[in-house]
């Protein structure tokens, strides 16, 4: 994961993206996240949580694709924008603060190819990791709801 943040290259503003490929816009979220110094132990542990909360909810979607979505929105939600601040002169009194913040649109083809990156690097921990997370979770907050239904 740190070898996938630091070869993400330059992150480009948020209003810049528009009319990128979705594996353009993939790399940039990566150097998003780089540039806001989020530590690759973040990103895998979001990738075995929602592989984790997947495994122990009887109704929730299996898919492949559903679980690398979950965790793309998760981590992009992380560093996704563009902050911009300056002073405005303004002739009549004091200067007058300008804010724009940016959001890119997390689309579905961004956030697969985001999950997919994610998923090829933590997926050979995802079947040691996830039944000792699970055995975890239950220990200490007991079973999901979906296994009291499913038991009654």
Do not use: C
Not at 2 to 21: F, I, K, S, V
Not at 64 to 73: D, G, L, M
């Amino acid at each position: 994961m740190d070898y996938l943040l630091a070869t993400a290259g330059r992150a480009e503003p948020a209003m810049n993206l528009r009319g990128l490929d979705a594996a353009s816009r993939a790399r940039i979220a990566f150097a998003r996240l780089s540039d806001a110094e989020i530590p690759a132990k973040r990103l895998v542990a979001i990738y075995l949580a929602v592989a984790a909360l997947i495994e122990d909810d009887f109704a929730s979607n299996r898919t492949k694709e559903f679980q690398i979505v979950q965790a793309a929105k998760a981590a992009h939600r992380l560093a996704s924008g563009t902050h911009r601040r300056w002073m405005m002169w303004n002739p009549k009194g004091e200067d007058v603060s300008i804010e724009i913040h940016a959001y890119p649109r997390s689309s579905g083809l961004v956030l697969r190819k985001i999950g997919e990156a994610m998923g090829k690097v933590v997926d050979p921990l995802v079947g040691v990791a996830v039944p000792e997370i699970i055995k975890l979770k239950v220990e200490r907050f007991g079973l999901h709801p979906s296994h009291r239904a499913a038991a009654e």
